[in-house]
């Protein structure tokens, strides 16, 4: 039988999703809970990797048991009981055998937030910056990332991609009444460390080191050199996943 478990979770203090030897993991985490509580091993295949220090507001992972889960919501009761505070789990929903957390996302979104001033209260959330940003400029750049397919100048070097091609979707940044600005970008895939390069130039596009049609040559360029550094990991949360309904066989308005 095979389950969809949805989660959020702080990534300050894991090495990122994924399993790492001596390093700590949410994979890891979350394995050892649910194979304490289910009493066989359990392991999960998660919807993608977030990097060190990556944070996740939404996130979707599947295992397999041997044996139907009669009340779920006691199972995710029970979850958050041994996971520990940075861990959150939110449902437990059956799918179809081969259903895929990873293979069957139709979309993931991203979101990252900086913070123009100091806050202490924060500060593990968000870039805090303090230099003025030009948010027109920076929405005038990020809107030609739906122009492109190929994101080589945004890839990590040696991640062992079999394409760059990713299709963007939507690229945009917001502002609160707090003065938050908030970068949101939807494709149907992202590279490692993808999201943190975009926004970085991105940033320099807003200070003005570039200007928007730089930032055009900079992803044509397919050259990774001519990116900038990639922002802070603590600002960045994977958002949202989207799956094809039929995938599911207990009714879930959330995909």
């Given at each position: 039988?095979?389950?969809?478990?949805?989660?959020?979770?702080?990534?300050?203090?894991?090495?990122?999703?994924?399993?790492?030897?001596?390093?700590p993991?949410?994979?890891?985490?979350?394995?050892?809970?649910?194979?304490?509580?289910?009493?066989?091993?359990?392991?999960?295949?998660?919807?993608?990797?977030?990097?060190?220090?990556?944070?996740?507001?939404?996130?979707?992972?599947?295992?397999?048991?041997?044996r139907?889960?009669?009340?779920?919501?006691?199972?995710v009761?029970?979850?958050?009981?041994?996971?520990?505070?940075?861990?959150?789990?939110?449902s437990?929903t059956?799918?179809?055998?081969?259903?895929?957390?990873?293979f069957h996302?139709?979309?993931?979104?991203y979101?990252?937030?900086?913070?123009?001033?100091?806050?202490?209260?924060?500060?593990?959330?968000?870039?805090?910056?303090?230099v003025?940003?030009?948010l027109?400029?920076?929405?005038?750049?990020?809107?030609?990332?739906l122009?492109?397919?190929?994101?080589?100048?945004?890839?990590?070097?040696?991640?062992?991609?079999?394409?760059?091609?990713?299709?963007?979707?939507?690229?945009r940044?917001?502002?609160?009444?707090?003065?938050?600005?908030c970068?949101?970008?939807?494709?149907?895939?992202?590279?490692?460390?993808?999201?943190?390069?975009?926004?970085?130039?991105?940033?320099d596009?807003?200070?003005?080191?570039?200007?928007?049609e730089?930032f055009?040559?900079?992803?044509?360029?397919?050259?990774?050199?001519?990116?900038?550094?990639?922002?802070?990991?603590?600002?960045?949360f994977?958002?949202?996943v989207?799956?094809?309904?039929?995938?599911?066989?207990?009714?879930?308005?959330?995909?």
């Amino acid at each position: 039988m095979r389950y969809f478990i949805e989660l959020r979770y702080l990534g300050a203090a894991y090495c990122g999703w994924q399993r790492q030897p001596d390093q700590p993991s949410v994979q890891q985490t979350l394995e050892r809970a649910l194979t304490t509580l289910l009493r066989e091993p359990v392991e999960v295949t998660g919807a993608g990797r977030t990097d060190t220090g990556v944070n996740a507001s939404y996130y979707v992972a599947h295992f397999d048991l041997g044996r139907p889960i009669d009340h779920p919501e006691q199972v995710v009761y029970k979850a958050n009981f041994l996971l520990p505070g940075d861990i959150s789990v939110w449902s437990l929903t059956p799918v179809v055998d081969d259903a895929h957390a990873r293979f069957h996302a139709r979309e993931r979104e991203y979101r990252y937030y900086i913070e123009p001033h100091k806050n202490p209260f924060t500060r593990h959330l968000t870039w805090q910056y303090y230099v003025p940003l030009d948010l027109e400029r920076m929405n005038r750049a990020a809107a030609l990332l739906l122009e492109f397919e190929d994101f080589t100048s945004f890839a990590k070097l040696n991640s062992n991609n079999k394409t760059n091609i990713c299709h963007v979707r939507q690229a945009r940044w917001t502002v609160d009444e707090r003065g938050v600005l908030c970068f949101t970008i939807r494709a149907d895939r992202f590279l490692r460390n993808m999201v943190r390069s975009i926004v970085g130039t991105l940033v320099d596009v807003g200070r003005g080191r570039y200007t928007p049609e730089d930032f055009r040559a900079i992803v044509a360029s397919r050259d990774l050199s001519r990116s900038s550094a990639g922002a802070p990991a603590q600002g960045l949360f994977l958002s949202d996943v989207r799956y094809p309904a039929e995938i599911f066989t207990g009714l879930r308005s959330r995909f």
